[in-house]
């Protein structure tokens, strides 16, 4: 019983070091810019075909809308909320991926 204590004691640091360990940061590697709405274009109060945002340097952009940041189910964005922030000059984060055709948004959060 006595040999088995320093192993259990040694199990037990380890395995709380690998907990502390699960919950550090890890560099993020999502494309992600925060900015105001300044255009949407959209077929339906629902689905937003593209959109455009200035940054807080100035530089604008225009994101294609992925259908997944319409069906998120953390936060949706339908062409009606973007047209919200539009309105009320209100920022949004928008996560998004490279294209060849140019910057795809998958998320878009408040």
Do not use: K
């Amino acid at each position: 019983m006595r040999r088995w204590l320093p192993l259990g004691a040694l199990l037990l640091l380890l395995g709380g070091a690998g907990l502390a360990f699960a919950r550090w940061p890890r560099p993020s590697t999502e494309l992600s810019v925060r900015g105001v709405v300044l255009e949407v274009q959209a077929s339906s109060l629902v689905y937003p075909e593209w959109f455009r945002l200035r940054d807080s340097t100035g530089r604008e952009w225009r994101f294609r809308v992925d259908p997944a940041a319409v069906t998120d189910r953390t936060h949706p964005m339908n062409a009606a909320h973007l047209r919200q922030h539009l309105a009320l000059a209100d920022p949004v984060t928008v996560f998004y991926r490279e294209e060849p055709a140019g910057p795809v948004a998958y998320r878009i959060e408040d």
